[in-house]
């Protein structure tokens, strides 16, 4: 009687439970699961085969709420779009690469997998971070188990610099497996008996085989990360390598940048992707009296109308702008963003004055010699309308042996800086001069009025005595490529004696316009040392309007750049741009000023960080967290980096302290519970390490 009561009141309880999920428990994961079974064959396809891999957490929470096909449909497309590159375009290159790796993986990894090619580790892998850069295949070496290792470099903020991942056939049958160095150890890729649970002899026996690199790889995935080949110790990095593989989705930087994304989206309702149109940007490198290069640059916008300004009750006009530059250096890695907001308003009586000129914005960037690609977005939130472009700059290393012209500046008025700070830190401005560019890419002019340029000499620091009485020849031609016997050419001599210690001078020239024709012009300035064969040059083009005159801009500078270098802002990314460029030393000297000036700065702590760890300096990466600690904002891979660091100098405790801490604020970071689980088992709390495993494994499955 009690079995049939209870087996009456379980289907009683079946038959109402969906509704009762819906109308109670929506949101809860068991309606999740509800939801889920209620998606057509297509969009079950899409969330669990398509962007399984891509898709966030709360994307996929999100998505298997929505009622209706029709907001699906939305929600699909709104996925790829802010995702795509070229936002607003009608073409989306990501997606279409997505798919087209899709296809790639299910044609080439299922074959002897017994699963589909997207199912496997190597699928996954490829359709998460695409084609690797390198590819070893050791399929038949002697004593091994088959091994494929991938490499990749550059390819994502959120994983390190340079990378691989090791897949192999475990047992040497089946689908190729990830290889963990800390969880499986060389001993399970090599096949002779002798070698299990000895890591040295697996090691010689993969060294033999295939290699010293492999049996490098084989203990550490992360190339600039130190090994001992001889005490066989294993990387517990490299399986936090794998843990960002595998929830790639849901790695912190990737979701606050999906999270960012979509909050531009709706906030500004249309980009207008318009490569070269619209924007005008002026870029030039300049050195300062301290030696220092950067890259000052204008953007302005190319007709008045694209700004638009609104009036309040009291007879004023506003304007609220963004400006984001992203920085990229060598492999196309970012490096830093500058984001500025820019707001003002203009008195009634003036409106007049601005409202048939363009509007300009001016700052600067603390590059290092070297060459960076901009991705320039201008938005205007009154309009909810972004401009966007990008510029390929180079700022050149100064000659050790001779002189280097790093541009030309063509300019309107130019005006004294008697403040020593801001002449170096204001836009344009060389010598304690700033000048104001002229309108237009390439500058326009009125062949009425007088050419004016302006220029700096790049020397060799020299002590000023050495250049007392020496002369500098300078060349300035000028004329229409296309029209033969059109070139005009003026010479000039400048007075050596005014390069100041950091071996600059600033030279400018004013050139009467002989030709009043309309069209394109080139100006060439070239200079050479008194006595010497060397020879340095730079070119400029300009276009002649005939008798009109270009309508002149009016600009506003980069707010709070004071402020930037008080907090040592400008330091840390001077910084980010030397270690970039191969000047790693340099580069640590301008992260710590970054931290002196500000303990807060978690961007310059996290490079630091990363940086003596490269190098196995564990004392001074646990020195640095013991001055400064980590706050909320501390990305995950600097933290990892200092518990390996308290954990290889001998502190276990305090390594797990910090992870266990950081694990408070950010529960769901993979990662990070990965290496806890890791140091629990070095500890021997084998129970909190295996409810860690369980966990993981559960967050894993697609």
């Keep these: 009687m009690v079995s049939n009561l209870s087996y009456s009141m379980r289907s009683k309880w079946t038959a109402i439970l969906p509704l009762a999920c819906v109308i109670w428990f929506a949101g809860t994961p068991n309606c999740l699961a509800q939801r889920k079974q209620q998606l057509g064959q297509t969009y079950r396809e899409w969330l669990e085969h398509d962007v399984v891999y891509l898709i966030t957490k709360d994307e996929r929470e999100e998505f298997l709420r929505l009622p209706t096909d029709g907001a699906r449909e939305k929600f699909i497309a709104e996925f790829w779009e802010i995702r795509n590159p070229d936002p607003g375009s009608p073409s989306n290159s990501y997606k279409d690469e997505i798919y087209r790796r899709i296809a790639f993986v299910n044609s080439r990894f299922g074959v002897g997998s017994g699963v589909e090619g997207w199912r496997t580790d190597r699928g996954r892998t490829y359709i998460t971070l695409g084609e690797p850069q390198q590819k070893q295949v050791f399929h038949n070496s002697a004593n091994l188990y088959p091994i494929e290792i991938w490499f ?9 610099r340079a990378f691989y991942v090791m897949f192999y056939q475990r047992e040497g049958s089946g689908d190729f497996k990830f290889y963990s160095p800390y969880l499986d150890g060389p001993d399970k890729l090599v096949t002779g008996v002798e070698a299990v649970n000895f890591t040295g002899a697996a090691l010689k026996m993969i060294r033999d085989s295939a290699g010293p690199e492999v049996a490098r790889i084989s203990l550490s995935l992360i190339p600039d990360e130190p090994v001992d080949l001889n005490s066989g110790e294993r990387s517990m990095e490299s399986d936090v390598l794998l843990q960002k593989i595998k929830g790639w989705a849901d790695l912190p930087e990737n979701r606050s940048d999906i999270r960012q994304r979509r909050m531009a989206k709706e906030s500004v309702s ?3 992707i318009l490569q070269g149109q619209n924007l005008d940007i002026l870029t030039l ?8 290069t950067r890259l000052d640059y204008a953007i302005r916008l190319r007709n008045p109308s694209d700004l638009s300004l609104t009036s309040d009750d009291h007879g004023r006009y506003s304007y609220a702008l963004e400006v984001r530059i992203r920085v990229f250096g060598p492999n196309d890695r970012l490096l830093f963003t500058q984001q500025k907001s820019v707001s003002g308003s203009i008195e009634k009586r003036k409106f007049d004055d601005f409202k048939d000129r363009p509007f300009g914005y001016q700052g600067t960037l603390p590059l290092s010699p070297g060459k960076y690609r901009l991705d320039i977005q201008f938005t205007d939130w009154s309009k909810k309308v972004a401009f966007q472009t990008q510029r390929d700059v ?18 309107t008025s130019a005006e004294q800086i008697d403040d020593p700070f801001l002449r170096n830190v204001l836009p344009f401005t060389m010598g304690g001069v700033r000048f104001t560019p002229l309108a237009g890419v390439p500058p326009a002019v009125n062949p009425e009025l007088p050419l004016q340029l302006a220029y700096q000499i790049w020397a060799p620091t020299k002590d000023a005595g050495t ?4 002369k500098i020849h300078a060349q300035y031609s000028l004329g229409r490529p296309a029209v033969p016997g059109s070139t005009q050419t003026i010479t000039d001599d400048v007075n050596a004696e005014q390069f100041d210690a950091s071996g600059s001078l600033v030279n400018g020239k004013r050139l009467t316009l002989e030709s009043k024709a309309v069209g394109n012009y080139l100006l060439t ?5 008194s006595g010497s064969t060397q020879r340095a040059y730079a070119t400029i083009g300009y276009r002649s309007l005939g008798e009109s005159t270009p309508q002149s801009p009016w600009d506003v500078d980069e707010p709070e750049i004071s402020k930037d270098i008080e907090n040592g802002v400008l330091d840390q990314q001077r910084g980010l741009c030397l270690i970039a460029q191969g000047h790693t030393d340099e580069g640590r000297r301008w992260l710590r000023s970054a931290l002196r000036l500000n303990r807060e700065n978690d961007l310059a702590r996290q490079a630091l960080v990363q940086e003596y760890f490269a190098k196995n300096d564990l004392a001074a990466v646990t020195a640095l967290y013991s001055d400064v600690g980590v706050t909320d904002k501390t990305d995950s891979q600097t933290i990892l980096h200092i518990a390996t660091s308290l954990q290889r100098a001998g502190d276990l405790p305090k390594a797990v302290s910090l992870l266990e801490n950081a694990l408070e604020t950010r529960p769901d970071d993979l990662p990070l519970e990965a290496a806890l689980a890791d140091l629990y088992k070095l500890q021997g709390n084998l129970l909190r390490a295996e409810e860690l495993d369980r966990r993981l494994r559960s967050a894993q499955k697609p």
Excluded at 152 to 160: H, I, K, N, R, V
Excluded at 285 to 291: K, L, W
Excluded at 525 to 529: A, K, N, P, S
């Design 152 to 160: 990749y470099a550059g390819s994502t903020p959120s994983l390190p």
């Design 525 to 529: 300035t070239t200079i050479v040392e």
């Design 285 to 292: 490198p300049i050195r300062d009296s301290r030696g220092l």
């Design 394 to 411: 180079v700022v050149p290393q100064p000659d050790e042996h001779g002189f280097v012209i790093p541009g030309i500046l063509l300019f």
């Design 270 to 272: 249309a980009h207008m």
């Design 467 to 470: 250049y007392r009485g020496g």
